[in-house]
């Protein structure tokens, strides 16, 4: 059982570079989430998702795109890097059944630095 | 105002003893839920355990516990017996019923705890 897949695992981009972050999930989860983690911080929401075609915008998501084509995967897209996008990318979902007390379940990250 | 705060930037514990770790957390919404997850330094995310806030007992799983005050609106890990392994960065989160959208978490910004010989 994969659970939720991230890749890359590790990319360095130049400033104004463009890239996508894959997430794809093979648990059948409704909802769907991007987290950012800077260095010795918690975690802030960018984007999410409660279903295919269904995204909205989190606490942090200037700089951010995300598409939901499909239940499996929600891609986050940077455009134009710059180095306060610097950071490790979480991906997680959950299932919308017994929703108030499921955990999210969390890819292993993307580290990403903008140089 | 921040919705959960986590005052211990770093706690160290010895190996076998008990260790508390602060959340507190801010919320007008009466129905919400508090998790807290684990990562290690290989950075991955681990469920630790759940209260919701309707629980009368307090939460329990394994060597966690959460100490839940719903007056104070605080929400304290306690790990009893600490081991090597239980070093790590710990954060609480929040999810809010009724004023949260798409079931998401809101987290602290953590505790580094570091268990010695």
């Known amino acids: 059982n994969a659970g939720v897949t991230q890749t890359p695992k590790f990319r360095i981009l130049k400033i104004g570079q463009s890239m996508t972050l894959q997430c794809t999930q093979d648990?059948?989860?409704?909802?769907m989430y991007w987290y950012r983690q800077d260095p010795g911080m918690g975690l802030k929401l960018i984007y999410y998702?409660?279903?295919?075609?269904?995204?909205d915008k989190g606490e942090v998501p200037n700089g951010y795109n995300v598409s939901r084509s499909t239940t499996e995967d929600f891609p986050l897209r940077l455009e134009l890097a710059a180095p306060s996008q610097t950071s490790v990318y979480f991906c997680?979902?959950?299932?919308?059944?017994?929703?108030?007390?499921?955990?999210?379940?969390f890819g292993n990250g993307t580290r990403l630095t903008v140089t | 105002a921040q919705k959960i705060t986590q005052t211990q930037p770093g706690m160290f514990v010895q190996e076998k003893e008990a260790v508390t770790l602060d959340c507190t957390y801010d919320?007008?919404?009466?129905?919400?839920?508090l998790f807290w997850y684990k990562q290690p330094s290989s950075g991955e995310m681990i469920f630790l355990i759940y209260q919701g806030s309707y629980d009368q007992q307090n939460a329990t799983e394994g060597r966690y516990s959460l100490n839940f005050q719903k007056a104070r609106k605080s929400a304290n890990l306690v790990i009893s017996a600490s081991q090597l392994g239980d070093s790590a960065m710990y954060f609480c989160a929040m999810r809010e019923g009724l004023t949260g959208g798409g079931n998401k978490l809101t987290f602290g910004t953590g505790t580094q705890l570091k268990v010695e010989l």
């Open positions: 648990m059948n989860h409704n909802y």
């Open positions: 998702s409660v279903g295919a075609g269904i995204t």
């Open positions: 919320t007008s919404d009466p129905s919400y839920g």
């Open positions: 997680a979902s959950k299932p919308r059944t017994g929703a108030f007390n499921s955990p999210l379940h």
